[in-house]
């Protein structure tokens, strides 16, 4: 014990002094030790260009905590978290491969969601899986959420939906739908809807 927390300390100096690459080969050091507290380090230095990005480094750790720490308390967060890194590096590197497991992890973290799982959440779980062109879970999943979404005005949920409708994406055609959700969308100011209403339903009032 007495030479993890030794390594950890070095480790937080090391991050005191913005001296990140330091710190983070200490992490490794604690967090191969089992130290789970530094495999959060890890993933958080790892995944922002301020500290050390390394997006490769930051997925491996959110799999080690995965399969070593999460419970089914916490899982599904940790599964979008994973799902989110994996999408941010297929955008970087457009591997097919990593877009797969993106689309497989986000899933994973809406299956395994609990009842204290945010309306937040699940709404990012569906906007990305849609952004990944996952569309008929996004559907799915953003469609589960609808009358939360409306009731809290997340526009973002209304406004892809919309899109669903509008394109044929992940369910049938349905312009009357589409132009509903766009709507309501819009009157909580979406633009991306209002852009939308005024090209295809030639739309520009939004006055409440």
């Not at 050390?52 to 967060?77: C, G, H, P, Q, V």
Request: glycine fraction near 6%.
């Amino acid at each position: 014990m007495c030479e993890l927390n030794d390594i950890v300390k070095k480790a937080a100096t090391s991050a005191f002094v913005e001296d990140y690459p330091s710190a983070c080969h200490y992490y490794e050091m604690a967090a191969l030790k089992g130290d789970m507290k530094s495999v959060h380090k890890l993933v958080t230095y790892y995944s922002k260009e301020k500290y050390n990005l390394d997006l490769e480094k930051a997925i491996f750790w959110l799999n080690e905590y995965l399969n070593r720490y999460a419970n089914a308390t916490n899982r599904s967060k940790y599964e979008h978290q994973l799902g989110a890194k994996y999408k941010e590096y297929y955008f970087s590197t457009h591997s097919e491969e990593a877009r797969g497991k993106a689309v497989f992890w986000l899933n994973q973290a809406f299956e395994h969601r609990t009842e204290q799982t945010k309306t937040k959440i699940i709404l990012s779980i569906g906007e990305q899986l849609y952004g990944l062109g996952d569309y008929e879970n996004a559907y799915v999943i953003l469609y589960s959420i609808l009358p939360l979404c409306m009731e809290k005005s997340y526009h973002r949920c209304m406004t892809i939906l919309g899109k669903c409708y509008l394109f044929g994406r992940g369910v049938k055609k349905n312009p009357g739908k589409a132009f509903e959700l766009l709507q309501i969308a819009a009157k909580s100011n979406s633009r991306q809807a209002k852009s939308l209403l005024s090209k295809f339903f030639k739309v520009g009032d939004f006055d409440e």
